[in-house]
């Protein structure tokens, strides 16, 4: 055994790269081995710009929290978006707002995120901040707690920048909705607000489309939906959020767990003036574009009118829409009946419309 | 608004790369954009792969769990160890230990788990379902459920092949140890088994120091030597899975959380023939090293010898030692006593000893 003052001088010639930024303008390798630049990244930085809570900070291997008040609803998301900061949002916010909404759709309240980033060496540390900050005020706006977290840095060319991985806790809230199993023929689908816009916003930032203004994406928290709802005592069947896939992967998913037809009227669908132009323009189907901010319903026709009146009344649902209808099992899962009345299948997303969404 | 039959050709020319493999044997973008392909990988691959539990394959965007009978723990680990499959483990036991120790020795019983892969395009569906089987094993003997799941693919070269983030819920159980903060001078320290394996195994296959054969990694749960020491009902201050920073970073964390001063032993450490020789050839220090299944404690005189009879008396415990004790403040946070009795300064673990070693 070889004593040793610090660190750098444990290793064999060659197996020990020094880290290559020691302004502190750049994430280095040493700051995520553990030891001391670890350590005060995460006080000086990170902890510093997350919010203070009652359970945040703590230390140890994990946060200690109290006994929930009811059933427990557990997910996880990582992020991997690119770019990192686009029109109408960035990585950080999408890391909570993506994970605060899927607790939110399965009819919990969000209480408590973990947040595991991977860095590639070389970072900005100007853009690691701006990403904190962003978390920050994502996290306070949807009443969550960051509890726990974990930082891993990779050498240059192992990532794309940052990765994100938020994994939420939540409690069920009663009565918890039966979900898509239950659906059936005769409930009406209903969409929270016009679709597709992250989508476009990320194939727009991407590809340099050119349009003016630039697309915005979608990316908000559904949580005062739900709150909404939940006061108004508004039953229904299931609700998801349209991510990856778009409208069109949760009907599809719904139809054949329900063993049901959907159909989808398209001129009931609700668009954005961005995303008809695109659309048409491209020749893209918004119902395929993914959302980061809107809600998909399904609800028994006696509650269709109540569900309407409460999200007319929310910011984030004064555009929901009745966008079609449940039928009985036909050979297809999922149709849409165009302007003419004529319908077309419409089949489950495939292939790779846009790496990299979300 | 345009009707389309697939996925594919919703994109203008030059926006949709189209999967390079359609033979399944490697990892496309197309699993990872939330349609069929990921439908498929999930149902015929993942869920398959893993272990049936009560709350496993709910499909929703969050796992529906019982209400826990205590407090939480919460807790979150991304792994990017490089080379994947290492002599004596894999990333995928790696992410299920290390997430389950870390619940461990915070006191819980950890019960549930999360998993996010993030896989780069072109990854071997091989070596995908290999640590999907390893995952599926390490659940099994720490018996823990993998409740919810993520799934993102990332173009070549966006990632190094595959890495994984697994969050872990426990609850605690009565009493939990007081934590770092409540060690006093005069308590013990304690680890259960043989330190830096872990650690070394990464360097010498990634640097391929030849030795023969090559040394394995402590990779390993944990959960054993608690369950033993709460049923023997051995009380002790805090306790740590000693990872990145080795023993040495535990060592400084708890000496700072107590306002205290810790004393090391070097002829008490306890090494592999392996660690030893490596250490003494390259000039390492073993308490710097890495563990991945070697827990440290800080236990009061009087429960001790109780905490040593009931760890030799575990698989993982057979080689338990004491090595060194807790001093009231000085000057500085850990000392390590040398074979001839001359005391050295153990600095904080700094710069980078080996990227990616988790």
Redesign the interface.
């Given at each position: 055994?070889?004593?040793?003052?610090?660190?750098?001088?444990?290793?064999?010639s060659?197996?020990?790269?020094?880290?290559r930024d020691s302004d502190g303008r750049q994430v280095?390798?040493?700051h995520?081995?553990?030891?001391?630049?670890?350590?005060r990244l995460i006080e000086n930085c990170i902890w510093k710009l997350l919010p203070r809570t009652r359970y945040s900070g703590q230390?140890?291997?994990?946060?200690?929290?109290?006994?929930?008040?009811?059933?427990?609803?557990?997910?996880?998301?990582?992020?991997?978006v690119t770019p990192l900061f686009f029109p109408g949002g960035d990585i950080g916010e999408l890391a909570v707002y993506g994970t605060v909404?899927?607790?939110a759709?399965?009819g919990?309240v969000p209480l408590?995120l973990?947040?595991?980033?991977?860095v590639e060496e070389g970072f900005p540390m100007s853009d690691l901040e701006a990403i904190l900050q962003s978390i920050a005020a994502a996290a306070t706006r949807t009443e969550v707690e960051i509890?726990?977290?974990?930082t891993?840095?990779?050498?240059r060319?192992?990532?794309?920048g940052i990765?994100l991985?938020t994994?939420?806790?939540?409690v069920?809230v009663e009565p918890?909705p039966p979900?898509?199993d239950q659906i059936q023929p005769g409930d009406m689908l209903v969409v929270s607000g016009p679709i597709g816009r992250h989508g476009l916003a990320i194939?727009a930032a991407r590809?340099n489309l050119g349009f003016e203004p630039a697309p915005l994406s979608d990316c908000a928290p559904v949580t005062d939906l739900f709150r909404a709802v939940r006061s108004a005592g508004v039953q229904y069947r299931a609700a998801?959020?349209a991510?990856?896939?778009g409208v069109a992967?949760v009907c599809q998913?719904w139809a054949r767990?329900s063993r049901t037809t959907f159909c989808l009227r398209?001129s009931a669908?609700p668009?954005s003036d961005e995303v008809?132009g695109a659309?048409?323009l491209?020749?893209?189907?918004?119902l395929?574009l993914?959302n980061e901010g809107n809600v998909t319903w399904a609800v028994p026709p006696k509650h269709l009118t109540e569900l309407l009146r409460v999200l007319h009344g929310t910011d984030l649902g004064r555009q929901a829409a009745v966008i079609g209808e449940v039928r009985p099992h036909q050979s297809v899962s999922v149709v849409?009946a165009?302007r003419l009345g004529r319908e077309?299948?419409l089949?489950?997303?495939?292939?790779?419309?846009?790496?990299?969404i979300c």
């Amino acid at each position: 055994m070889t004593s040793s003052e610090t660190g750098e001088s444990l290793w064999p010639s060659g197996a020990c790269p020094l880290p290559r930024d020691s302004d502190g303008r750049q994430v280095t390798l040493a700051h995520g081995e553990g030891g001391r630049e670890t350590r005060r990244l995460i006080e000086n930085c990170i902890w510093k710009l997350l919010p203070r809570t009652r359970y945040s900070g703590q230390g140890g291997d994990a946060a200690r929290l109290p006994r929930p008040d009811g059933a427990l609803a557990f997910t996880t998301d990582s992020y991997v978006v690119t770019p990192l900061f686009f029109p109408g949002g960035d990585i950080g916010e999408l890391a909570v707002y993506g994970t605060v909404n899927d607790l939110a759709v399965m009819g919990a309240v969000p209480l408590w995120l973990s947040l595991a980033f991977i860095v590639e060496e070389g970072f900005p540390m100007s853009d690691l901040e701006a990403i904190l900050q962003s978390i920050a005020a994502a996290a306070t706006r949807t009443e969550v707690e960051i509890v726990t977290g974990d930082t891993k840095v990779v050498p240059r060319g192992a990532a794309d920048g940052i990765y994100l991985n938020t994994s939420g806790v939540g409690v069920f809230v009663e009565p918890i909705p039966p979900g898509p199993d239950q659906i059936q023929p005769g409930d009406m689908l209903v969409v929270s607000g016009p679709i597709g816009r992250h989508g476009l916003a990320i194939l727009a930032a991407r590809e340099n489309l050119g349009f003016e203004p630039a697309p915005l994406s979608d990316c908000a928290p559904v949580t005062d939906l739900f709150r909404a709802v939940r006061s108004a005592g508004v039953q229904y069947r299931a609700a998801r959020d349209a991510t990856r896939g778009g409208v069109a992967a949760v009907c599809q998913e719904w139809a054949r767990a329900s063993r049901t037809t959907f159909c989808l009227r398209e001129s009931a669908l609700p668009l954005s003036d961005e995303v008809r132009g695109a659309s048409e323009l491209l020749g893209l189907d918004p119902l395929f574009l993914a959302n980061e901010g809107n809600v998909t319903w399904a609800v028994p026709p006696k509650h269709l009118t109540e569900l309407l009146r409460v999200l007319h009344g929310t910011d984030l649902g004064r555009q929901a829409a009745v966008i079609g209808e449940v039928r009985p099992h036909q050979s297809v899962s999922v149709v849409v009946a165009g302007r003419l009345g004529r319908e077309r299948v419409l089949e489950e997303p495939s292939g790779v419309p846009l790496p990299r969404i979300c």
